[in-house]
C-alpha cells in the first residue's frame, strides 16, 4: 500500500553529453531523486545528478542482456509510488524510437503522475554536427527517418524513392541496407554518410557512395551511429568554413592538453598522456583527477560488465531477506560487497524485484574500499564495516566480530573471481552463500583508436584498477605483432594489479601506496614521469 507518490519525468537526453541537454532537462537531472537511464548517456550527464541519486542503468546494447521493457516498466512504477522524484533518461528525443509509449501506458494504469521532455534527436543533430543539410530546394524537399533495427519490416519499395533518408539502429545491418537500397532501385552512386558518436568528442564521419562505403568504414563496431542517404551528403564539403576544413579530429586520433586559465607553471602531468583501463561504460572519476594534474587522458573499455547467466540464485538470496526482515526464513548476518560493479549489481536487482534497503534491516554491511562505499552509499547506506586495507584479503584480518556462525551473503562475479576471501571465511567458521550477481569479460577487440595511439607511441602510461583490466588488455593486445608497452610506463593501484602485471607484461612502473584511484594519481604525480618505462 503505497503512502506517498512522486512523480515520473520522461526526458530526452539529447546527444548524451551536457552540452545538448535542454534547460528542462538539466533542471530535473539536478533535483533527481531516482534515475533511471539508457545506455547512449554519457558519464558527464550521470554526473550531474544529486550524489545521494540513486542511478539505475537500464539500457538496451544489441545482442546483450539486458532489463525487459517490462521490468522497466515495473521499476517506473515502483519508484513512482515509493514517493521518489524520478528522471526516465532516454538518448535522443523520448517519442523517437524510445519506446516511451509502453511506459506510458504502465504509468497511466497505475495512475502514476508522468511529463514528457522533449531533447535532441540525433537523426536531426547528428547531420547537422557533420555538416550535411537534410533539406534543400533542389536536392531534397523533404526527409524521412527510420529505424533499421528489423530491416526484413520496412517497407523499402517505397522508402528508396525518397530523397534523403536518415537511418537509426542500423549499423550491425549496413549490408542489408545498402543492399536492398540498391535492389530497389537507387543508384550505387548515391553518396552516403555514416556519423558514429555524433557531439562527442571521438565522432567520426565516413563519405562515400552506396557502392562504396563498405570500403570506407572501419571493421568494429559502428554502433551508435547515424546515416544519412541522399545528394544532400555531397553538400558537405560545400557548407565546411575554412576552420572546419582543416578540423581532422572527425578522421584521425586527437589528442588534446587541457587548458587550465590562471595557471603560470605547467602542472604535473603536463604533456603526459595517460591510457586507463576500465569497465565499460562506468563513470571515469580517475580521468578527472588526471587531466586536474594537466594530463591528457585516453580511455580504453578493457572490461565488458553484464548480468550473470541467470538471476535465479540472487533472487532466491533477496527473497530470504525479504522473509527474514519479517521474522520468518533465515536470515543473512552480514552482506559483503567487494567491488562498486557488485553494490549496483545487487541494488539494482533489489529494486527490480520491488524492494528496497528495508529488506536488510536484520543484515549488517561489510565493503572494501573507499570507491564501494561511495557507491553504496548512492542507495542512501552507510557500510557497518571497511577494512583498514583497500584489499579484499584485509576483510577477514580485521572483521570486528567471530566470525563462527555468522551467515554470509556475498554477491559477486559470476566467473573467474578470486576463491581465497570465501575460503578464509569458512576456515574462521563462517557460512557463505555466494550468488553470481554480473559477470565480466573482455571486449571483442581493442578500440581502433587507441590501437593508433599506441603503435604510434603516443601515450606515455597505462594505468590498470584491476587484475582483470590487466589480463583483458593482455588478451587484446596479444598477436599484434609488436611490444605496445615498449617506452609505456605501467601503473597499478595495488598489489594484486601489480602481480598480474608482472605475470603479463614482466614489470610494473608505479604502485599506490593507497590502494584508490587518487591513491594511484598520487603515486604517477609522484614518480614525476621523467621517464618513460623500458
Same mark, same amino acid.
Given at each position: 500500500?503505497?503512502?506517498?507518490?512522486?512523480?515520473?519525468?520522461?526526458?530526452?537526453?539529447?546527444?548524451?553529453?551536457?552540452?545538448?541537454?535542454?534547460?528542462?532537462?538539466?533542471?530535473?537531472?539536478?533535483?533527481?531523486?531516482?534515475?533511471?537511464?539508457?545506455?547512449?548517456?554519457?558519464?558527464?550527464?550521470?554526473?550531474?545528478?544529486?550524489?545521494?541519486?540513486?542511478?539505475?542503468?537500464?539500457?538496451?546494447?544489441?545482442?546483450?542482456?539486458?532489463? !525487459?521493457?517490462?521490468?522497466?516498466?515495473?521499476?517506473?512504477?515502483?519508484?513512482?509510488?515509493?514517493?521518489?522524484?524520478?528522471?526516465?533518461?532516454?538518448?535522443?528525443?523520448?517519442?523517437?524510437?524510445?519506446?516511451?509509449?509502453?511506459?506510458?501506458?504502465?504509468?497511466?494504469?497505475?495512475?502514476?503522475?508522468?511529463?514528457?521532455?522533449?531533447?535532441?534527436?540525433?537523426?536531426?543533430?547528428?547531420?547537422?554536427?557533420?555538416?550535411?543539410?537534410?533539406?534543400?530546394?533542389?536536392?531534397?524537399?523533404?526527409?524521412?527517418?527510420?529505424?533499421?533495427?528489423?530491416?526484413?519490416?520496412?517497407?523499402?519499395?517505397?522508402?528508396?524513392?525518397?530523397?534523403?533518408?536518415?537511418?537509426?539502429?542500423?549499423?550491425?545491418?549496413?549490408?542489408?541496407?545498402?543492399?536492398?537500397?540498391?535492389?530497389?532501385?537507387?543508384?550505387?552512386?548515391?553518396?552516403?554518410?555514416?556519423?558514429?558518436?555524433?557531439?562527442?568528442?571521438?565522432?567520426?564521419?565516413?563519405?562515400?557512395?552506396?557502392?562504396?562505403?563498405?570500403? =570506407?568504414?572501419?571493421?568494429?563496431?559502428?554502433?551508435?551511429?547515424?546515416?544519412?542517404?541522399?545528394?544532400?551528403?555531397?553538400?558537405?564539403?560545400?557548407?565546411?568554413?575554412?576552420?572546419?576544413?582543416?578540423?581532422?579530429?572527425?578522421? !584521425?586520433?586527437?589528442?588534446?592538453?587541457?587548458?587550465?586559465?590562471?595557471?603560470?607553471?605547467?602542472?604535473?602531468?603536463?604533456?603526459?598522456?595517460?591510457?586507463?583501463?576500465?569497465?565499460?561504460?562506468?563513470?571515469?572519476?580517475?580521468?578527472?583527477?588526471?587531466?586536474?594534474?594537466?594530463?591528457?587522458?585516453?580511455?580504453?573499455? @578493457?572490461?565488458?560488465?553484464?548480468?550473470?547467466?541467470?538471476?535465479?540464485?540472487?533472487?532466491?538470496?533477496?527473497?530470504?531477506?525479504?522473509? !527474514?526482515?519479517?521474522?520468518?526464513?533465515?536470515?543473512?548476518?552480514?552482506?559483503?560487497?567487494?567491488?562498486?560493479?557488485?553494490?549496483? @549489481?545487487?541494488?539494482?536487482?533489489?529494486?527490480?524485484?520491488?524492494?528496497?534497503?528495508?529488506?536488510?534491516?536484520?543484515?549488517?554491511?561489510?565493503?572494501?574500499?573507499?570507491?564501494?562505499?561511495?557507491?553504496?552509499?548512492?542507495?542512501?547506506?552507510?557500510?557497518?564495516?571497511?577494512?583498514?586495507?583497500?584489499?579484499?584479503?584485509?576483510?577477514? =584480518?580485521?572483521?570486528?566480530?567471530?566470525?563462527?556462525?555468522?551467515?554470509?551473503?556475498?554477491?559477486?562475479?559470476?566467473?573467474?573471481?578470486?576463491?581465497?576471501?570465501?575460503?578464509?571465511?569458512?576456515?574462521?567458521?563462517?557460512?557463505?552463500?555466494?550468488?553470481?550477481?554480473?559477470?565480466?569479460?573482455?571486449?571483442?577487440?581493442?578500440?581502433?583508436?587507441?590501437?593508433?595511439?599506441?603503435?604510434?607511441?603516443?601515450?606515455?602510461?597505462?594505468?590498470?584498477?584491476?587484475?582483470?583490466?590487466?589480463?583483458?588488455?593482455?588478451?587484446?593486445?596479444?598477436?599484434?605483432?609488436?611490444?605496445?608497452?615498449?617506452?609505456?610506463?605501467?601503473?597499478?593501484?595495488?598489489?594484486?594489479?601489480?602481480?598480474?602485471?608482472?605475470?603479463?607484461?614482466?614489470?610494473?612502473?608505479?604502485?599506490?601506496?593507497?590502494?584508490?584511484?587518487?591513491?594511484?594519481?598520487?603515486?604517477?604525480?609522484?614518480?614525476?614521469?621523467?621517464?618513460?618505462?623500458?
Amino acid at each position: 500500500m503505497t503512502t506517498s507518490s512522486g512523480t515520473i519525468y520522461l526526458v530526452g537526453a539529447g546527444l548524451g553529453s551536457p552540452e545538448y541537454l535542454t534547460l528542462q532537462a538539466y533542471g530535473l537531472l539536478i533535483r533527481a531523486e531516482v534515475l533511471i537511464y539508457d545506455a547512449l548517456v554519457d558519464d558527464s550527464i550521470l554526473k550531474l545528478t544529486p550524489e545521494n541519486c540513486l542511478r539505475i542503468n537500464v539500457g538496451k546494447r544489441g545482442g546483450q542482456p539486458s532489463a !525487459s521493457q517490462a521490468e522497466i516498466n515495473q521499476l517506473l512504477v515502483q519508484s513512482c509510488q515509493q514517493g521518489h522524484q524520478v528522471v526516465r533518461l532516454k538518448g535522443g528525443d523520448p517519442f523517437i524510437f524510445g519506446r516511451t509509449t509502453s511506459e506510458i501506458q504502465a504509468l497511466v494504469a497505475a495512475k502514476c503522475p508522468f511529463q514528457v521532455i522533449p531533447g535532441l534527436s540525433s537523426a536531426l543533430a547528428a547531420p547537422l554536427l557533420a555538416r550535411i543539410p537534410l533539406t534543400d530546394p533542389v536536392m531534397s524537399r523533404g526527409f524521412a527517418v527510420i529505424t533499421a533495427h528489423e530491416p526484413e519490416a520496412l517497407d523499402w519499395e517505397n522508402l528508396t524513392p525518397l530523397d534523403t533518408l536518415v537511418i537509426l539502429m542500423g549499423a550491425r545491418n549496413l549490408p542489408e541496407i545498402l543492399h536492398q537500397l540498391q535492389r530497389h532501385g537507387r543508384s550505387p552512386q548515391t553518396p552516403m554518410a555514416v556519423i558514429q558518436h555524433a557531439g562527442r568528442s571521438q565522432q567520426q564521419v565516413w563519405v562515400s557512395t552506396l557502392q562504396d562505403i563498405m570500403g =570506407e568504414i572501419p571493421a568494429h563496431s559502428l554502433s551508435p551511429c547515424v546515416m544519412v542517404v541522399g545528394e544532400v551528403v555531397g553538400l558537405r564539403e560545400f557548407l565546411a568554413s575554412p576552420e572546419s576544413r582543416s578540423f581532422q579530429s572527425e578522421i !584521425s586520433f586527437p589528442v588534446q592538453m587541457p587548458q587550465v586559465p590562471g595557471m603560470n607553471s605547467p602542472l604535473p602531468l603536463t604533456r603526459k598522456t595517460i591510457l586507463v583501463t576500465r569497465a565499460e561504460g562506468q563513470s571515469s572519476q580517475f580521468r578527472d583527477l588526471l587531466v586536474a594534474q594537466g594530463a591528457a587522458v585516453l580511455e580504453l573499455p @578493457a572490461l565488458v560488465i553484464g548480468p550473470p547467466s541467470s538471476w535465479a540464485e540472487l533472487d532466491q538470496a533477496i527473497a530470504q531477506l525479504s522473509s !527474514s526482515s519479517q521474522n520468518s526464513g533465515q536470515n543473512f548476518d552480514w552482506l559483503i560487497l567487494t567491488s562498486a560493479n557488485g553494490v549496483d @549489481a545487487f541494488f539494482q536487482r533489489l529494486q527490480i524485484q520491488g524492494k528496497d534497503s528495508r529488506v536488510l534491516a536484520k543484515t549488517k554491511i561489510a565493503v572494501v574500499g573507499k570507491k564501494t562505499a561511495e557507491v553504496l552509499r548512492q542507495y542512501a547506506l552507510r557500510p557497518d564495516f571497511v577494512p583498514p586495507e583497500f584489499v579484499a584479503d584485509a576483510l577477514v =584480518e580485521h572483521f570486528p566480530e567471530n566470525l563462527t556462525g555468522q551467515r554470509i551473503l556475498f554477491p559477486r562475479v559470476e566467473t573467474g573471481g578470486r576463491d581465497t576471501l570465501v575460503r578464509e571465511f569458512i576456515a574462521k567458521g563462517a557460512e557463505v552463500v555466494e550468488v553470481p550477481a554480473y559477470e565480466s569479460r573482455c571486449p571483442d577487440a581493442i578500440d581502433p583508436d587507441i590501437l593508433t595511439a599506441l603503435q604510434q607511441h603516443q601515450i606515455d602510461i597505462v594505468t590498470f584498477a584491476s587484475s582483470k583490466t590487466v589480463k583483458n588488455f593482455h588478451q587484446l593486445v596479444q598477436g599484434l605483432g609488436v611490444d605496445l608497452l615498449a617506452g609505456v610506463a605501467i601503473a597499478s593501484i595495488g598489489p594484486q594489479t601489480s602481480m598480474a602485471c608482472q605475470q603479463y607484461f614482466g614489470r610494473v612502473d608505479m604502485e599506490a601506496t593507497e590502494y584508490t584511484l587518487p591513491g594511484l594519481t598520487a603515486a604517477i604525480v609522484g614518480k614525476g614521469m621523467g621517464e618513460r618505462g623500458s
